[in-house]
């Protein structure tokens, strides 16, 4: 059955939309053109067009007028982002610049063939437009910010224009768990690390192999890092140290893995040299690693595996800056620093340590540092840095952004609360999320906004098992048109 006729179908259809236009971080024009056609077509039909503007940060904003009788109310802006996380199984072979998503239903929940979803924050999105082009939604004065790159650094959000939004309140749509309206995130800052080396030629007699750590779930680095998924980063470095110790003579070629700073590490490779003779030994010594990792591992990591398979010879890093290198990931944190004292099961501080680049001369290490609270923020940082300064490597942070401070006297939170429970039946859980949610920044920009944020329930988020809950979408939407039929209600 196409996505188009499950409910509400005005969403799918925009979600399918999404899923259609390739949109990677850094790469949302298209899609940027497409919605502009949609809403064209839109304002051709209607008495209320929308306006459409594209600030300096390359975000889109979109204005509707209030529907009748409603102009006096607060002025809502409704906030997604537009790019998507690109991320894909091993074999599946799909363009993230060219290729549409391959979307299905499997029972209850929509999810992709071999790569991300794009759920995230593609339902929301959708949830905007579908808001926008439909004029039977009551609602007062109303603003779409659709944000870019928010994946990769959220420059969109860093570099709104604080002249072009009118409102007050703001709905940001980016979370993952229906029943639950969050009001506080976690910032972030992004730690990295490099070596610059000499390659060495291989010795002549030397064989190589390039071994594969696979299988793992991933996910996002946020909000699964409490979960105790596995690390291939880590796994790899431990597996070739645990080569190193059997093997004294052997070299490292080159070891890559994970791909983006907010995704925990799915899969890793390493190419090394061993001296003839060693095969069989080692064969077995890859057999023994796997039945370990999976003995600890198990049940959450079902399909973890390690392949090895001959390579050809490769120049080898300088050994004893292997070493410098492989003692730094091997100390390095990756995980849960702290968790919340206040909201129970909320990560509070945590790094994820992401990848890891072997490639023409350069070894570089990236991580992601978050916290709730932006001092212990900058203390994980250090202790992060302090790893691999110890191992001499050049280390710096970019990229920093504000957490969103919980307020539980917040109006609007007071308000919703309320109505959740009259539209839903159900008791709203409030929480904090262990994610950078563009809310953190956006409220040091707009100190005066009152801010929330809900979605639907989406699993797997980051990651190729990512899907999200077809009846979640459904309680979602009514719960936001809900939201914004109170909201026109009251008065400024």
């Known amino acids: 059955m196409p996505l188009s006729h499950l409910q509400p179908n005005a969403l799918w259809q925009f979600f399918q939309l999404l899923c259609d236009t390739p949109r990677p971080s850094q790469y949302e024009q298209l899609l940027k053109q497409r919605i502009r056609d949609e809403i064209?077509?839109?304002?051709?039909?209607?008495?209320?067009?929308?306006?459409?503007?594209?600030?300096?940060?390359?975000?889109?904003?979109?204005?509707k007028a209030a529907s009748p009788g409603c102009a006096s109310a607060r002025g809502v802006i409704l906030q997604s982002h537009l790019d998507m996380v690109t991320q894909q199984n091993a074999g599946t072979g799909h363009?993230?610049?060219?290729?549409?998503?391959?979307?299905?239903?499997?029972?209850?929940?929509?999810?992709?063939?071999?790569?991300?979803?794009?759920?995230?924050?593609?339902?929301?999105?959708?949830?905007?437009?579908?808001?926008?082009?439909?004029?039977?939604v009551r609602h007062g004065p109303l603003e779409a910010v659709l944000t870019v790159n928010e994946e990769c650094g959220m420059s969109g959000a860093k570099g709104i224009d604080q002249s072009a939004i009118s409102g007050s309140l703001l709905l940001n749509l980016d979370t993952e768990e229906e029943g639950e309206l969050y009001i506080g995130c976690a910032g972030g800052i992004d730690v990295t690390a490099d070596w610059e080396y000499l390659a060495e030629p291989p010795d002549t007699g030397m064989q190589f192999h390039r071994i594969m750590v696979k299988g793992l779930r991933g996910g996002h680095s946020g909000i699964d890092i409490h979960k105790g998924y596995g690390n291939?980063?880590?796994?790899?470095?431990?597996?070739?140290?645990?080569?190193?110790?059997?093997?004294?003579?052997?070299?490292?070629?080159?070891?890559?893995?994970?791909?983006?700073?907010?995704?925990?590490?799915?899969?890793?490779?390493?190419?090394?040299?061993?001296?003839?003779?060693?095969?069989?030994?080692?064969?077995?010594?890859?057999?023994?690693?796997?039945?370990?990792?999976?003995?600890?591992?198990?049940?959450?990591?079902?399909n973890l595996s390690i392949s090895v398979e001959e390579a050809t010879p490769e120049p080898l890093i300088p050994a004893q800056l292997w070493r410098q290198v492989s003692l730094a990931l091997q100390v390095c944190p990756s995980g849960v620093f702290r968790m919340n004292p206040e909201f129970q099961g909320v990560t509070e501080t945590s790094n994820n340590l992401a990848s890891v680049r072997v490639a023409q001369g350069v070894i570089e290490v990236q991580c992601l540092t978050r916290s709730l609270i932006d001092t212990r923020q900058q203390d994980a940082a250090d202790t992060v840095k302090a790893c691999f300064e110890l191992a001499e490597a050049r280390v710096s942070t970019a990229g920093w952004y504000p957490g969103w401070k919980p307020d539980k006297n917040s109006k609007l939170l007071a308000e919703l609360s309320q109505l959740h429970k009259k539209t839903t039946g159900k008791e709203a859980k409030i929480h904090v999320i262990h994610a950078g949610l563009e809310c953190g920044i956006l409220g040091s920009r707009y100190p005066d906004w009152d801010m929330i944020s809900f979605g639907p329930t989406i699993r797997g988020a980051h990651s190729p098992d990512e899907a999200v809950n077809i009846p979640s979408v459904l309680t979602f939407w009514n719960f936001l048109l809900a939201s914004l039929s109170h909201l026109a209600a009251t008065t400024t």
Not at 40 to 63: K, M
Not at 108 to 128: E, F, Q, R, S, Y
């Open 95 to 136: 363009d993230f610049l060219t290729d549409p998503i391959d979307a299905y239903i499997d029972g209850d929940w929509v999810t992709a063939k071999g790569t991300t979803l794009g759920a995230d924050n593609g339902i929301g999105v959708a949830a905007i437009l579908a808001v926008l082009c439909n004029d039977g």
């Open 40 to 63: 064209l077509g839109f304002n051709n039909a209607t008495e209320r067009p929308i306006e459409v503007s594209e600030d300096q940060a390359g975000n889109l904003i979109l204005r």
């Open 232 to 302: 291939a980063v880590k796994l790899i470095n431990r597996l070739v140290r645990m080569i190193f110790e059997k093997y004294s003579d052997c070299r490292v070629a080159c070891l890559d893995g994970g791909t983006m700073r907010n995704a925990i590490p799915r899969e890793a490779v390493a190419v090394i040299g061993l001296q003839p003779g060693h095969h069989e030994h080692f064969q077995q010594l890859i057999a023994e690693a796997q039945t370990t990792f999976q003995h600890e591992l198990s049940p959450i990591e079902p």
